[in-house]
């Protein structure tokens, strides 16, 4: 059968499939990244319910994600960039800031006492340092295909395809911490959600590193509604100044301060 566009042109031809392909040049979309960026701007994209992005950004870079339908669940793993070996920990970034949950302040930390990046604003308070991201078996189990390609994407998978394309692989994948859906710890340790902050909420990160940013927006495994739910994932990072001493991040415990001296003790930010 002759696939067809909707103004009826063929493209069952290399021909007519190229002419296809050259006049969609242009088209704008709700989820896609803007190319080039926005004047002032490193990157603009908005990702869809159950996609992925990646970008390497500079030291002193703000990303802020915005889940602009209050159904979004970013998955989120750094990498230093050059460096990908020294990743993110959510073990260290919690036990160094003897705080489970994440909010304005919060360091995300290295495997290595390193500070990757600082939450310098918060709107949601609803995130997730503890139980990780969804994984393809779990999915499949729960709603019915878990695959990257198929209509309940997990988290695990997605950000593989998001580390690929920086030479990793699933060796190279740490627990991720999740944002915009909130988890908290019962008194006997048990984990339950506590959901969405609702639309409109946002998050900014301060890079203190160069890092490689990978993401992938899906539904949080603990998400006790029996339908997958996920919305679109809004992303923007403008540049910005590496900190220093002063900062009132720097001081704000004696843990974040030395984290922040072995940063910037590697002298390559």
Not at 40 to 51: D, M, P, R, Y
Not at 144 to 168: N, T
Request: with cysteine; hydrophobic share 40%.
């Amino acid at each position: 059968m002759t696939e067809t566009t909707d103004a009826g042109a063929g493209t069952a031809t290399t021909t007519a499939a190229r002419a296809h392909a050259r006049s969609q040049a242009g088209a704008v979309v709700d989820c896609m990244p803007l190319l080039p960026p926005p004047p002032g701007t490193l990157w603009s994209e908005t990702v869809a319910g159950g996609g992925y992005t990646h970008l390497a950004l500079p030291a002193g870079a703000h990303v802020t994600l915005t889940d602009r339908d209050g159904d979004a669940c970013a998955h989120l793993l750094l990498y230093v960039t050059g460096r990908p070996w020294e990743r993110l920990s959510a073990a260290d970034t919690v036990k160094v800031q003897w705080n489970a949950y994440l909010g304005t302040g919060s360091q995300l930390l290295s495997d290595q006492g390193r500070v990757l990046a600082t939450v310098t604003a918060d709107t949601s308070g609803r995130h997730d340092a503890l139980a990780g991201t969804s994984t393809a078996a779990r999915n499949t189990a729960r709603y019915g295909d878990g695959s990257p390609q198929g209509p309940f994407p997990a988290g695990r998978e997605l950000l593989l395809l998001a580390a690929a394309k920086h030479g990793l692989g699933p060796r190279d994948l740490p627990a991720a911490v999740s944002l915009f859906h909130g988890i908290a710890v019962d008194g006997d340790g048990a984990l339950h959600s506590t959901g969405s902050a609702g639309p409109g909420t946002a998050v900014t990160l301060r890079l203190e590193q160069a890092v490689t940013l990978l993401l992938a927006n899906t539904a949080h495994p603990l998400d006790p509604r029996p339908a997958y739910r996920c919305t679109p994932l809004e992303v923007l990072a403008v540049p910005g100044e590496v900190t220093g001493p002063g900062d009132p991040h720097w001081d704000a415990t004696p843990e974040r301060h030395r984290a922040h001296l072995n940063t910037a003790a590697l002298g390559v930010r």
